[in-house]
């Protein structure tokens, strides 16, 4: 059984800000945003974390093995960096949707994400050492086969971009409700799904549902361990054993 921390980042007040006092420039509020990501990509990474960009003012991360003073202390850093506070909720679960939703209610019931009042929230359930184990996160590495000779060398950058994308996007509506599973694009042609215990059966599942429905070609690598970094890079070198053996799926 998998045992996923999961942590919500969400912007205080973004919206009124971004037109306060008046319309700020777009190509501002992107070179915010982008740096906050990589900020926290940095922050919670140094803790053995992921973070994903999603709506890049909501950002979703898998954080087993920080705890409560870890969570405070990012979000003071952010404080300090940038003229905007972020609030951070955080959830536990087997499943990843259910730790999210764990993760999103505290946030929620505190109030508006567009609430001038609501400011740095921290609040949620965090998974104790004692009830950790070495396989609590499962992660899933996806990519498309031969996403080069098939699109990158053939197409144009952006119809190129359009394949990609419907691909991502029907592995993550397929995942979401039919595995609890959360999936991000990481860019490239790559996609990292946060998922419960899924089997062989259930990925090569995933894979034939895309490639019917999208004609996208999918190959995943799966790992597990006891932390988000951990369980991703194994799941980097199954998809290696994938890349090399023409396989659809492996598991470290």
């Not at 996923?4 to 971004?18: A, E, K, M, R, S």
């Not at 050492?129 to 996403?147: K, S």
């Not at 799904?193 to 259930?202: D, K």
Request: glycine content about 8%.
């Amino acid at each position: 059984m998998t045992n996923t921390q999961v942590t919500l980042v969400q912007i205080d007040n973004y919206g009124p800000w971004t037109v306060t006092p008046e319309p700020r420039r777009e190509v501002d509020l992107q070179t915010l945003q982008s740096r906050l990501y990589a900020d926290l990509s940095q922050l919670f990474g140094n803790r053995d974390g992921y973070v994903f960009f999603t709506r890049f003012d909501n950002m979703i991360a898998v954080t087993n093995g920080l705890d409560r003073d870890a969570h405070a202390l990012i979000q003071e850093s952010v404080g300090n960096r940038y003229p905007v506070t972020v609030s951070l909720g955080f959830g536990v679960d087997p499943s990843p949707v259910t730790a999210l939703g764990d993760a999103t209610a505290p946030l929620q019931d505190a109030g508006s994400a567009q609430d001038a009042t609501r400011q740095e929230i921290l609040s949620g359930d965090i998974l104790g050492d004692e009830e950790r184990t070495g396989d609590d996160v499962q992660i899933a590495h996806f990519d498309v086969v031969d996403a080069t000779g098939k699109y990158t060398d053939e197409l144009n950058a952006f119809d190129s971009f359009i394949h990609i994308e419907q691909g991502y996007a029907e592995l993550m509506r397929y995942m979401r409700t039919a595995h609890d599973s959360l999936s991000f694009f990481v860019g490239g042609d790559n996609v990292i799904a946060v998922c419960p215990a899924l089997s062989t059966a259930e990925y090569e599942d995933a894979i034939e549902t895309v490639h019917d429905r999208v004609d996208v070609e999918l190959q995943v690598g799966v790992g597990r361990a006891r932390t988000a970094q951990s369980a991703g890079m194994n799941a980097k070198h199954a998809l290696e054993t994938c890349r090399d053996h023409g396989t659809a799926v492996e598991f470290y």
